[in-house]
């Protein structure tokens, strides 16, 4: 049991709050101090809150964008959509959240991936167990998006992860559909060896390299991404 009590010092009052306990060993009650409160009036009303001071910070990880894209990825409830749609578990799901969650955020490579993750809130906020997270998680989560068959067949989760978000977000947006769309491509350097979208195009630097397209769909007013699928490196917007 707690309760709150009050201590005159200096001329003033002082509220801090105990805790009420059984002594078994004496064989009575004894009072624990807790917190202390802050300065009071005589009535036990709190005049000035006390202000926690932090003498040392070990670590600190700025949350600011992620806990904005994070709160969108619940919204539409991307990782439970993708583990039904990709017909994953929930961990390989949490996967790929966290891939694209950083890709908006930091765009780390992916080897690195999993420490940003460790250092960073999500596991909390996901209930996420990362304590054997790694390289070859995520690897599996865009498996997961694409991947080819032992019998050369290309599989396209990523395409009906993609039209469920959009009916999701469509089933709760004001902004028509089928036609309020803008259309970008994106170039990426690619240094693989046998890939059907690499050619040779524009790279980000403006240099000719042998490049991967990706062609974004956005609505006109939100720029909510509709949809995502790969060109040929030759294509330009």
């Known amino acids: 049991m707690t309760f709150t009590k009050k201590v005159p010092l200096g001329g003033h009052l002082y509220l801090s709050e105990y805790e009420s306990y059984w002594d078994r060993k004496l064989g ?7 917190r202390y409160l802050g300065r009071c009036d005589k009535s036990g009303n709190l005049i000035t809150p006390v202000k926690p001071r932090v003498e040392s ?9 992620l806990a904005a894209f994070y709160a969108g990825a619940r919204e539409l409830s991307v990782v439970e959509r993708a583990s039904s749609i990709l017909k994953v578990h929930r961990p390989v799901a949490q996967a790929f959240l966290g891939l694209g969650l950083n890709q908006v955020v930091h765009r780390l490579a992916l080897r690195h991936v999993a420490d940003w993750v460790h250092e960073s809130p999500l596991p909390t906020w996901e209930k996420w167990d990362v304590s054997h997270l790694g390289k070859g998680d995520f690897e599996r989560a865009l498996d997961a998006l694409s991947d080819i068959t032992k019998t050369g067949t290309r599989t396209e989760g990523g395409h009906a992860l993609q039209d469920g978000l959009t009916r999701e977000w ?6 028509p559909a089928g036609y309020y769309y803008d259309f970008d491509t994106t170039k990426v350097r690619y240094y693989g060896n046998t890939l059907s979208y690499a050619e040779m195009g524009h790279a980000s630097d403006r240099s000719i390299r042998t490049v991967v397209g990706f062609g974004l769909v956005t609505s006109r ?7 995502c699928r790969p060109i040929v490196g030759s294509r330009s917007d």
Do not use: C
Not at 28 to 34: A, I, N, P, Y
Not at 57 to 65: A, D, E, I, N, R
Not at 170 to 175: A, H, K, M, P, V
């Open 57 to 65: 910070v070990h670590s600190s990880f700025p949350v600011g964008s």
């Open 28 to 34: 009575k009650s004894r009072h624990r101090f807790l």
């Open 221 to 227: 007013v939100h720029h909510h991404p509709v949809q």
């Open 170 to 175: 469509r089933d709760d947006t004001r902004e």
